[in-house]
Structures are given as structure tokens and as C-alpha cells.
């Protein structure tokens, strides 16, 4: 199961992710813009945290931990990359999220033209 989207669309998928609420409050806070690189718990101490990354893409990028049994959104709040999740590709750019499986297999931090600094946040529920 795969969602990519806009985050101006981000609320109407709480209805078949209710963890949708809490990342909105974490996003609307900013957060993740604020904070550097590294794991967190949202405030609110639910079942959903975070991960903050700062990369500089390449041709090869990098493999994503794996969070079996979980959903992984991705949301790029500087930069872009390119992400394939078991062989779809996807242009990620700043205003973009995507949900993937955590089992997927993906590939992160792909360039498509000249490497790029991003920074992304990785929310798991």
C-alpha cells in the first residue's frame, strides 16, 4: 500500500490513518523544522515517533531501515530526492509525503540531477 500526495491533502487521509492526527499536530508545531537530525517521540507520547534526516543525495542513495509491521511516512522539508519503494519511483520534493509499508524494500536519497542537501522527516506508525 502506497500513498504519495500533497501536504495540503495530508487531513483527508485520516480516516483510513488515524495516526494522521497526531503527525498534523507535530507538523503544524513545526517541529521537525526545528529540530536537527535524530529519533523522537511525539508530545503527545503515542504510538507514533519520528526520525529526522539530513543527506546529501547520489546516484546509488541509501537503503531505509526497515520497520516491519509499521507505516513509514515521509515528508522533505528541504531539498529533494528521489525515493523507490519496490520498484516505484517517486520525485520527493518539499510540500510532498509518502506512506510505504515499513517491510518495503526502499531506497532513499536519490538524485536526479546534481546531489542535493535535503532534510526529511520520517514518521513510523
Same mark, same amino acid.
Given at each position: +500500500?502506497?500513498?504519495?500526495?500533497?501536504?495540503?491533502?495530508?487531513?483527508?487521509?485520516?480516516?483510513?490513518?488515524?495516526? /494522521? *492526527?497526531?503527525?498534523? *499536530?507535530? +507538523?503544524?508545531?513545526?517541529?521537525?523544522?526545528?529540530? *536537527?537530525?535524530?529519533?523522537?517521540?511525539?508530545?503527545?507520547?503515542?504510538?507514533?515517533?519520528?526520525? /529526522?534526516?539530513?543527506?546529501?543525495?547520489?546516484?546509488? *542513495?541509501?537503503?531505509?531501515?526497515?520497520?516491519?509491521?509499521?507505516?513509514? !511516512?515521509?515528508?522533505?522539508?528541504?531539498?529533494?530526492?528521489? #525515493?523507490?519503494?519496490?520498484?516505484?519511483?517517486?520525485?520527493?520534493?518539499?510540500?510532498?509525503?509518502? /506512506?510505504?509499508?515499513?517491510?518495503?524494500?526502499?531506497?532513499?536519497?536519490? !538524485?536526479?540531477?546534481?546531489?542535493?542537501?535535503?532534510?526529511?522527516?520520517?514518521? #513510523?506508525?
Amino acid at each position: +500500500m502506497i500513498a504519495f500526495d500533497t501536504l495540503s491533502e495530508l487531513e483527508s487521509y485520516a480516516g483510513a490513518f488515524p495516526a /494522521i *492526527g497526531v503527525i498534523t *499536530g507535530v +507538523m503544524d508545531r513545526s517541529l521537525p523544522y526545528d529540530q *536537527g537530525a535524530g529519533r523522537y517521540d511525539t508530545p503527545e507520547k503515542s504510538d507514533v515517533s519520528y526520525i /529526522i534526516d539530513e543527506f546529501l543525495t547520489s546516484q546509488r *542513495g541509501f537503503p531505509a531501515e526497515t520497520h516491519d509491521g509499521n507505516l513509514v !511516512m515521509e515528508i522533505v522539508l528541504e531539498g529533494e530526492e528521489l #525515493i523507490s519503494v519496490s520498484g516505484s519511483v517517486f520525485r520527493m520534493e518539499t510540500g510532498r509525503f509518502l /506512506i510505504y509499508s515499513g517491510s518495503d524494500k526502499v531506497q532513499r536519497a536519490l !538524485m536526479y540531477s546534481l546531489p542535493e542537501h535535503t532534510k526529511a522527516v520520517r514518521f #513510523i506508525f
